[in-house]
């Protein structure tokens, strides 16, 4: 199994993070389309702002979907995305899921066997 880390910020990287989501957040809720609220924020990085901009996406997904009930579909027509784009997004946030809990199983019980139960 390969390896699986998160992204480490540093602290300049979380506060420009916290402070692009914060932007990208309020310009969703004024009925801003998702690309134009990402668009509106200024990061310097690429990299980073790719980071930004993926995690927005799936925060909105797990406020709409999970949280509030509205299919992937609908969720895609309120932010102004593609339907591909959010089940390709919810679909990452399964697999992180399935790595992060896999991982933590693995630490808990490192002589624990793997496979099928």
Do not use: W
């Amino acid at each position: 199994m390969e390896d699986f880390h998160y992204k480490e910020y540093t602290e300049e990287e979380s506060r420009i993070y916290n402070k692009a989501i914060d932007e990208i957040m309020k310009g969703l809720e004024t009925g801003m389309a998702f690309h134009s609220a990402c668009d509106a924020v200024s990061v310097d990085d690429e990299a980073l702002k790719r980071f930004i901009v993926d995690d927005a996406l799936k925060i909105m997904i797990a406020h709409l979907h999970y949280k509030n009930g509205l299919a992937l579909e609908d969720v895609a027509a309120q932010l102004k995305v593609a339907p591909e784009m959010v089940h390709k997004a919810n679909g990452e946030m399964l697999e992180d899921i399935a790595t992060t809990t896999s991982q933590g199983f693995e630490m808990t019980n490192p002589n624990a066997p793997f496979g099928n139960a």
